[in-house]
């Protein structure tokens, strides 16, 4: 113990004091054992001064000193123990709020100025226990400054038993008033010696925290040993640091019968000790007014020695900067108090070391009772939680990097601007913060679990469990967004010298020994992934068969994390390897450009590799291709390099010859063909020994195919997977995404096949069915509402009621009809039959209401010399136009119906009437004109007609009665190469039609693409490209999509952006019902009638089936 300096000044020792002190010395270093659980030694108590009595007293042979008179007052027989109130006066301290805990004790009572010194002696043995209540404030005058030595026991449970915080808890039904838990207790003697040392060191000292908890485990154990503490129940079960046992103070339990089920105190919230000249701690104020209501009789015995003070007076001022003891057995050395280290820095960011196993963390005589196995258990365990504390320093590290950049924006050195700084640290940091404080929340877990269960931790699989319940979402989405967090940050990098310097920067921080920021960020990911084997590391050594199976759970929570995030993780990186094609590939030439679409958000990469193909051609070597399989789209490019001249460098290219092909369109076969050899005395290119597997790609519509190979069967055999998974989910997609359903309404009435009739005289064409060829339909509407059907054939014309195939009739015996249509308003059949076109009153074909035909039916035109009509609006008035084949050119004539003769208005105009028999109508053609080459057919536009031909379009305008070419070419146009190219290929397409846009542009169709063009004519360059996949026989613009009519399929595509949205497959197609260029009401469209050839099951022949296509709302 500590001596008073013997200099002679203030407080020196006289020699008979000296001896005293070294009395005491010998006695407390020779003392007696007493049993600590977990092997922490505690010796005896045995001060000169202790006697029992009830009256304590000093040693005759110690000079006393004098009390100050206290007033007489009668004092009760229990005077010898105060008693308890249920509610202190003082205030209370709470242990919760110090964050490091206490060490030892001194006890030496201070002596006066000018005085002998006092001896020491303990707290306990002081004349203040027989002080009543109402001399407390001179009791506690007498106790202020009194020496204290947290090492004795007795002074321990003196103040414990003042700071202590009791109430009324339940335990087993039954209420204990004043009891308290065992993690109560040892969290209050934590907080005294924490207090202590701050006071002694007069600076805040780091302690374990893991020893620190030992050490007031222990103490309360020996507490528990001599009955200054019991269970409330009275059950004799080993002292636990925990919320599941309830404890009572002895003195209080007679004292908690008198005061009721409600008692409780308030605990001490103040400071317990002051710093003293020559490195002396005493009581303080209020700690001393505490003290006099605590008990003294019957307290403990024992020293603790973890916290006994060195010998050497030196010793006393360890809080001096680089003094140290001169003795090696020094008392305060070996027991986890440095006190020369370094004093603790609240601000210091070093990340814990990790360095120490958990066997040396505890006493080398506990580890050797402990068997091998449950050793490797701790050690993993301790590791485990060593591995999460440094995860969460580099979390932490990765919130001090952003907030240094946030901080860095604010400068004129930002390296980012302010508008985008936020999307910045949301695209590169994602939720770091979220899953920082989850993290933070599971290691205070952690570490609360290792202080209560100090020095063996028994289970951490319930922690476990529940953080990774409750960590779920947050860790799968970061390290879902980890490939992109990493794209982002490499590409401003690249992009911004300023964000450059910043991050190596973040690399010469200190706290990131040296690694560089997207270590940092793909610390989340690796950390998910070393879970499973941290736990099986735990695992292994666990026997408890419940906390095998809570490990086991927390493994397989984990587990299906891990490969939600994989998901994610592969999604992500493919959504970049997109993004890079998107900038890679390039067409060879404009006209094999397509949009693939590939920063669109749904698209997804299925597949890629690298294929040869067969040189062909003046090629002598294979060539090394890309083959990618996208889920739209199969693209083979080659690889090229490219020098860039602002990098320096070259830049990798992907260039496509062939035009993509759509997967709906794609078609893989020969996968199990036998490999091909390529030998060392063939041509150049087979320069090596080795199998080249191959499988043939080749678009299902057209001609043109390509072999491909690869030099393993294993990759071959992975394509074939790739290309059944692609047509799979391809075949899904279609049917859930279908727009357009095909509704059937002929079914079996049009046969392919010649079948004899059963009777001679019965012809083949009035059979239920026939040999015929469906070439036209129209859908129309009687004057009653009924919807009818009107299909035109190679024998004739059937008309029946729309959606009834059993309703058809044949009602015109005609050949080889072309086209038919209804004028509604003056209810007139047009029929284009052996190229000539005549007229019926409709009431003779289909009567209602009994009344009669008005004429017989009569021909437009002279014998077989019209190619096609068209009906249309022009002034409001119902219009037939049609073309009459000449020599060199044809004739185009426009007729309205007139009831009265029509005046010949000028040069231009003829009146021309086609009379019927009873001469009441006629129609008169009202215009005619020319057009130099075969016409093919001719539509409506708002303001004129658009014919096309085998050598293009040309526009015929109403108004100023010209007809130009369309579309218009510039002079200039040779300049532009996209514009040159597209000119060229309108060359040598075949103009089939022409339709309205919205905002004065035309769309014109051709029967291998289409191309807008505004309102002058002049073609429109954009991104869009309308190219189809087959040659198109007819093109329909319907509402927002585009049409395309070929033999094998129909093409549906989006009319804004040309995207593939639909592909119908069938056979022999073609479309029926004629269609106006102006985009009129879908309320007035008229139906998409089609025919195609399918197998009749009632018959088992070929049938063609006429349908209507109907966009689904």
């Known amino acids: 113990m500590p001596r008073p300096p013997l200099d002679g000044g203030p407080g020196a020792m006289s020699a008979m004091d000296e001896l005293l002190c070294a009395v005491n010395e010998s006695i407390e270093a020779c003392a007696l054992d007493t049993e600590v659980p977990h092997g922490v030694p505690v010796h005896t108590e045995r001060p000169i001064s202790v006697r029992k009595s009830s009256t304590p007293t000093l040693p005759s042979d110690m000079p006393r000193r004098p009390l100050p008179k206290i007033p007489s007052r009668s004092v009760s027989s229990d005077s010898h123990m105060p008693p308890v109130y249920a509610d202190h006066s003082i205030p209370t301290l709470h242990a919760a709020q110090t964050e490091i805990a206490p060490q030892g004790i001194g006890a030496a009572h201070t002596r006066p100025e000018k005085a002998e010194p006092p001896p020491d002696y303990a707290l306990h043995s002081m004349p203040f226990a027989g002080a009543c209540a109402a001399h407390e404030f001179d009791a506690a005058a007498l106790l202020q400054g009194t020496a204290v030595d947290m090492s004795r026991l007795s002074q321990i449970a003196q103040l414990l038993s003042c700071m202590m915080q009791r109430h009324p808890l339940i335990k087993g039904s039954v209420v204990y008033p004043l009891s308290f838990t065992g993690r109560m207790m040892v969290s209050t003697i934590e907080s005294m010696i924490q207090q202590y040392l701050d006071t002694m060191l007069q600076h805040p000292f780091v302690v374990p925290p893991a020893y620190l908890h030992y050490l007031s485990t222990s103490i309360a154990r020996s507490l528990k040993t001599q009955l200054f503490v019991h269970e409330a129940d009275w059950d004799d079960h080993p002292f636990t640091c925990g919320v599941g046992e309830v404890y009572m103070f002895f003195a209080d339990s007679a004292t908690a019968e008198k005061l009721g089920h409600s008692a409780c105190t308030r605990q001490l919230a103040t400071d317990l000790f002051e710093a003293q000249p020559h490195a002396r701690t005493t009581l303080s104020t209020s700690a001393a007014a505490a003290c006099t209501t605590a008990p003294w009789a019957d307290l403990p015995t024992g020293v603790f020695a973890p916290l006994t003070r060195c010998y050497s007076p030196t010793c006393a001022q360890m809080h001096a900067p680089g003094t140290t003891c001169y003795s090696s057995t020094c008392a305060n050395a070996g027991r986890g108090f440095q006190h020369n280290a370094v004093p603790f820095d609240a601000t210091s960011e070093e990340a814990p070391s990790g360095a120490e196993s958990w066997v040396e963390t505890v006493p080398a005589e506990i580890v050797a009772t402990i068997p091998t196995a449950q050793v490797s258990r701790q050690n993993a365990m301790h590791e485990f939680i060593q591995k999460e504390t440094s995860f969460l320093h580099d979390l932490e590290l990765l919130e001090k990097f952003a907030t240094q950049l946030r901080e860095l924006c604010a400068t004129p050195m930002a390296p980012l601007s302010i508008h985008t700084l936020d999307a910045f640290l949301a695209d590169v940091f994602g939720n ?17 679990r290792q202080r209560e269960e100090y020095p063996m931790v028994d289970t951490i699989s319930d922690i476990l469990v529940d953080a990774a319940l409750e960590w779920g979402s947050v860790y799968t989405t970061y ?50 992934q070393r879970y499973h084997l941290h736990l099986e590391s735990i695992l292994k050594y666990t026997e408890s068969e419940e906390d095998r199976e809570k490990l086991q759970l927390a493994m397989e929570i984990i587990d299906e994390q891990c490969k939600v995030a994989q998901v994610g993780v592969e999604s992500a990186e493919q959504r970049l390897q997109l993004l890079q094609y998107a900038q890679q590939l390039v067409p060879k030439t404009s006209d094999v450009y397509t949009n693939m679409y590939l920063q669109d958000p749904k698209r ?74 390529r030998g060392p005395l063939s041509r150049r290119w087979m320069t090596t020994d080795a199998n080249l597997y ?36 391809q075949s899904a997609r279609s049917e859930q995404e ?120 009569f021909k437009l035109s002279g014998n077989r010399d019209v190619l096609f009509f068209s009906v249309g609006m022009m002034d409001g008035k119902e219009t037939l136009v049609y073309g009459k084949r000449r020599t060199n050119e044809t004739s185009i004539r426009i007729l309205q119906l007139q009831l009265t003769p029509i005046p010949r208005p000028g040069r231009g105009w003829r009146k021309k009437h086609t009379a019927n028999t009873d001469g009441s109508t006629d129609f008169c053609e009202v215009l005619k004109f020319y057009v130099g080459y075969e016409a093919t057919n001719a539509q409506f536009l708002p303001d004129g007609l658009m014919v096309s031909s085998w050598r293009g379009m040309q526009r015929f305008r109403f108004a100023s009665r010209t007809l130009e070419p369309w579309p218009l070419v510039k002079s200039n146009a040779r300049e532009d190469a996209v514009l040159w190219a597209l000119l060229k290929q309108w060359e040598s397409a075949k103009a089939l039609c022409a339709y309205a846009m919205p905002g004065g542009t035309l769309l014109l169709c051709y029967d291998r693409y289409g191309a807008h063009v505004d309102a002058q004519g002049y073609p429109i360059v954009s991104d869009v490209v309308l190219e189809w996949e087959g040659k198109a026989q ?38 029926l019902s004629r269609h106006d260029a102006v985009l009129c009401d879908p309320a007035v469209r008229e139906p998409l009638l089609f025919v195609q050839r399918v197998k009749s099951e009632a018959i088992r022949e070929d049938v063609q089936c006429v349908y209507e296509l109907v966009l689904q709302e």
């Open 432 to 448: 770091y913060s979220a899953l920082t404080n989850h993290i933070s929340a599971f290691i205070d877990r952690l570490h609360e």
């Open 479 to 528: 390290v879902q967004h980890y490939p992109c967090a990493l794209h982002r940050l490499k590409r401003e990098i690249a992009a911004n010298p300023r964000m450059s310097k910043f991050v190596d920067s973040c690399r010469r921080d200190p706290a990131a020994h040296r690694h560089p920021l997207d270590n940092f960020l793909f610390r989340p990911p690796a950390r998910l």
């Open 604 to 677: 997804k990469l299925i597949f890629y590799s690298n294929v040869l193909r067969r040189p062909d051609g003046f090629e002598f070597e294979w060539v090394n291709m890309v083959a990618i399989l996208l889920d739209n789209v199969f693209v083979l490019a080659k690889r090229k390099q490219e020098s860039t001249e602002d990098q320096g460098g070259a830049e990798e290219r992907f260039v496509y010859y062939r035009k993509p092909i759509p997967i709906a369109c794609l078609d893989m076969a020969d996968f199990n063909d036998p490999p091909l050899t």
């Open 694 to 729: 191959p499988f043939l790609v080749r678009h299902r519509f057209s001609r043109e195919s390509v072999t491909l190979y690869v030099p393993t069967a294993e990759l071959r055999a992975e394509w074939a997977t790739k290309f059944a998974q692609v047509r799979h989910l």
């Open 738 to 857: 279908r727009l357009f359903v095909s509704l059937p309404l002929s079914a079996d009435t049009f046969a392919s096949s010649w079948k004899p009739a059963e009777a001679p005289q019965e012809l083949v064409h009035d059979h239920g069915w026939a040999f015929v060829d469906v070439a036209c339909a129209s859908a129309f509407r009687l004057a009653d509402g009924t919807n009818m059907l009107a299909i035109g054939t190679s024998e004739g014309v059937w008309i029946g009621l729309h959606g009834e195939p059993a309703s058809l009739a044949k009602v015109l015996h005609l050949r080889n009809v072309t086209q038919c249509a209804l004028m509604t308003q003056c209810n007139r059949f047009l029929v284009l039959a052996d190229r000539s076109l005549v007229v019926y009153d409709m009431e003779a074909l289909v009567p209602s209401q009994g009344i009669p035909s008005s004429f017989a039916p």
């Open 1034 to 1071: 007819r093109v329909v613009v319907y509402g927002n999509y585009i049409l395309v009519f070929c033999a094998a399929f129909i093409e549906v595509r989006c009319r804004s952006t040309g995207e593939l949205c639909q592909l119908i497959a069938g056979r022999d197609i073609k479309l």
